[in-house]
């Protein structure tokens, strides 16, 4: 059973914090990992996505992904309001040819103004 | 920006009838996915869709689940005989070549009376 796992909040920051979100994964071939944001009553919108190890940023958004570990994380600098959302981690399957995402339960982030 | 439309955005329905949610995905994508959400749970992949077939479906998807691309932009889910617990939002999302990451549409809310 593959399993992600996040810690389900609620995570608050201060304006202008840095918001650090974490995951975790089980199977240890996965090679796939994205971030969606989904706000209340909305669909999953795609924040970033990361295949090597290492960091990759894109804007205030900062991925992070260590395979040993099977860790993933997401820093949101300078936070906003707007940024308040239920983060998702999902993760690729292994399998060769398999292209279906896990998703973890997702953190709420809460930007306090 | 392109985007993956889906129609109804919600659909009331009695429990034991058949119900088809319909999605157009992005035009030069080639992967279509099928999620659903129970209200407060995870995102769960239901079933993958690629060169006119099934590529993979999870244990969810039984013989109550269909779907199709009837022509060469809509991509449908249908659930022959509703059943209380079939009420949720439903996601469709497709992907481009390679392991390019998965848009999702607005979401379809299916609720079985």
């Known amino acids: 059973q593959k399993e992600v796992e996040q810690n389900s909040g609620p995570l608050s920051v201060p304006e202008g914090a840095i918001a650090s979100l974490n995951c975790t994964y089980s199977?240890?071939?996965?090679?796939?990992f994205f971030w969606y944001r989904q706000y209340s009553g909305k669909s999953p919108e795609l924040i970033m996505f990361?295949?090597?190890?290492g960091d990759k940023e894109d804007g205030r958004f900062t991925a992070q992904l260590n395979k040993a570990s099977q860790y993933v994380s997401l820093l949101i600098r300078d936070s906003q309001p707007s940024d308040s959302a239920t983060y998702l981690c999902?993760?690729?399957?292994?399998?060769?040819?398999?292209?279906?995402?896990?998703f973890g339960s997702g953190t709420q982030l809460t930007v306090l103004p | 920006e392109p985007e993956v439309t889906q129609t109804p955005s919600h659909q009331v329905t009695q429990m034991g009838q058949e119900v088809i949610l319909r999605c157009v995905p992005i035009?030069?994508?080639?992967?279509f996915y099928w999620y659903r959400q129970i209200l407060g749970q995870k995102v769960e992949f239901l079933v993958s869709?690629?060169?006119?077939?099934?590529?993979?479906k999870s244990e969810i998807f039984d013989d109550q689940f269909s779907v199709e691309r009837p022509d060469g932009s809509n991509f449908t889910l249908k659930i022959r005989s509703t059943k209380l617990e079939d009420s949720a939002m439903y996601f469709c999302?497709?992907?481009?070549?390679?392991?390019?990451?998965?848009?999702f549409g607005d979401g379809t809310r299916l609720s079985i009376l």
């Open positions: 999302a497709s992907s481009g070549q390679g392991y390019q990451p998965q848009h």
């Open positions: 199977d240890r071939g996965s090679q796939s």
């Open positions: 990361i295949y090597s190890n």
């Open positions: 999902a993760v690729k399957s292994s399998s060769g040819s398999a292209r279906q995402l896990t």
């Open positions: 035009s030069n994508h080639l992967y």
């Open positions: 869709f690629y060169n006119n077939e099934i590529s993979e």
